[in-house]
């Protein structure tokens, strides 16, 4: 799951030139009014540089002055020098969304520098917000999450800019970063019940730097009073922000199996009262299904995809086992459980939870339409959409009207439901008819790419953007009648299965059809 190697660590940290240009300014202001402010930074801009990365997020800690205030000394000195000021940008805190202290932004040498004091901390019972007050370092060290990592801006880690040094006020940070491991400054328990957030980051960051959990951490994670704290203390949107963040990470994979591992599966996809069928399926089933959706969309190639699709590629593929479980709402409407998690356990869009349906129907439908796609003759499939259209189509139209009908419905996003697909196919779920892993892999992608060609070749690839031949004025004109109504929309229907079968047809030759099926019609009745 995550590496246990040797991760290599620089001792000191290079700045760039203009990094160099942005802290000599700030020290110049230190001077010119003799202030004793230390000046850290913080957050993961002195955990990148270590690691040899480049970070242009620049968040700076104070140690006796509010973010603001500094930032107003800042003009003070620019004004002195006779140089522009620049707006100062104040961020309220916020304890709801997890903003406990207001921070101050301003542009130096075109960067935005974010200004917020060193604090400690206190929790009161059953809350999740601290009580703030001016800190020293080494409280405000102690006070993070992770050794490695932050809560809100600030590693345990700083970067000094008086002193050009690096400070590991906890002693351990640069050792559990060379080593790769993810603990905490403070006792795991105490501190997950402190704030039981911490649980999710812990896990978040884990996985994106392929880092080990602390086995006491997980103790603590998994502990049922710290599981009770993160239903209890920590709001829906704040765990889903988490959740997606982790989705959209490089290792969504590997994040969901430690939320199985550490059985928080349920506890972050909490489930409606009463879905039928009832969900018996295992947290490690589902993350399964997960992982080989990532293999196929990595040896198939992510590049085709954007960022949304391939986000909400994982969420469906994650949920696909439980596609066909519904529960009734207030109004006794059955709903997708998978709508639920969207909409109650994580309080993301209520676009994801309409995409993931639609990616679930279409997977769905698009097994089906691969045996007429591939095949040489006819298919139930065919039959059940052009029944009573008198299109009496060879088999090369009958394909392109039913893989066209449901394109339409799922638009660009048919080949993430293309390849979802291949999960529900033979190739996904007999995996015992494979001598491996690879060759299942294999036989997957083989699959998705003889449908994309077929869907290539038929023109279809942009249907969904094609204007029907007809509007209902015209159908109304062509048979005569003077309101509309389902009549005129079951005619719009037929008109684009039409459109569909006959790509070169023109109006007039749709006309001439809608003349001779309502003739053939009347005759029958």
Known sequence: MASSAVVHVKENISLTEKEKKIFNRLLDVLRHFKLETQLRVAGGWVRDKLLGKECY????????????????????????????????????????????????????YDTWIDFVNLRSETYAENSRIPTMKFGTAEEDAYRRDLTINSFLFVDSMFYNINTDTVEDLTGRGLSDLRFGLIVTPLPPKATFLDDPLRVLRAIRFGARFGFLLDEELKKAAADEEVKSAIAEKISRERIGHEIDLMISGNHPVTAIKYICELQLFWVVFTLPNKPEPAVTEE??????????????????????FSEEQRRLYLYAALFL????????????????????FFRNSLKLKASDAETVASLHRAAETFVTLIPLIES????????????????????????????????????????????????????????????????????????????ENSIIELDLENIWEIKPLLDGKAIMNVLQLKTGGPLVREWQQRVLKWQLAHPSGTAEDCLDWIRESNAKRAKLL
């Open 57 to 108: 997020d620049i968040d700076i800690a104070l140690d006796n002055m509010l973010g603001r205030e500094f930032c107003e000394k800042i003009n003070e000195y620019l004004a002195y020098a006779g140089e522009e000021q620049q707006g100062v940008g104040v961020i309220q805190c916020n304890p709801d969304q997890s903003k406990h202290l207001e921070t101050a932004r301003m542009r130096i």
């Open 283 to 304: 947290c490690n089933r589902l993350s399964t299904h997960m992982d080989t959706a990532k293999d196929i969309l990595q040896l198939i190639g992510c590049s085709i």
């Open 321 to 340: 086992p439980l596609r066909k479980s519904v529960y009734a709402d207030n109004k006794g409407k059955k709903i997708p459980v998978t709508t639920f």
């Open 376 to 451: 040489n003759d006819g298919s139930e499939i065919a039959d059940a959409n052009l029944e009573e259209e008198n299109l009496f189509v060879p088999l090369h139209s009958k394909r392109r009207v039913c893989a066209g009908l449901l394109l339409r419905q799922i638009k660009d996003f048919w080949r993430v439901a293309l390849m979802l697909s291949s999960l529900l196919h033979d190739s996904g779920e007999n995996i015992e008819k494979f001598p491996s892993r690879t060759s299942q892999l294999e036989q997957m992608r083989e699959l998705f790419r003889r449908i």
